[in-house]
């Protein structure tokens, strides 16, 4: 049993000291240096390129935020770990399967309790109002045919579909684009 928790000990620091490499070879993803910044002054910017810096940001923060996320669950298996818990699901109290620890080191339930967990957390989060569904769905609407549609067999939307939602509008197509009948 010492030696099954060695092989887990050395692999939660292997995975710790490639976070925390990543973290400093990158700067903490850009986010340490000014070099993603294109222009001091806003003034004569387009505002797609000060949107792709602000996208570049965000996505910068959130790899970062996801790091210490998984430092700080390294941390946590290597507490249990210490105070010999590792290995035991925290919500039932069996063994967790020693391939699925090799897999995620950092699992704190076994299969069976983490797949609860994950239904109940997505349950939540739809009786609260939330989805993992883009927001624009919500706008835009009409686009997506309700599972119970789908069930059924009933035809979906497509892109023929769509474009005679939009047609009204106009294209973008300009005199100069349109070629001359000859």
Known sequence: MEARRDT??????????????LLKRNARFGLLSR??????????NHPADTAGDLFEREKDVALMNDAFEQ?????????????GRYGLCE???????????LVVPTARR???CQSE??????????????T???????VIGGLRPAREDRLRGEPGVDGEDVWQMLEHYGSSDTPDSIEPKM
């Not at 430092?71 to 105070?83: F, H, T, V, Y």
């Not at 919500?91 to 620890?101: F, S, T």
């Open 8 to 21: 887990y000990r050395k692999l939660l620091w292997a995975e710790r000291e490639a976070i925390h490499g």
């Open 35 to 44: 070099a993603g910044e294109t222009e001091l002054s806003q003034y004569d």
């Open 71 to 83: 430092l700080s669950e390294i941390d946590a298996a290597l507490e249990r770990l210490n105070r």
């Open 132 to 138: 993992t569904r883009p927001a624009e769905e919500d």
């Open 117 to 130: 967990f994950d239904d109940a957390r997505k349950a939540d989060e739809a009786a609260r109002g939330r």
């Open 91 to 101: 919500a039932c109290g069996r063994p967790i399967d020693p391939k699925r620890l």
């Open 110 to 112: 076994c299969i069976q």
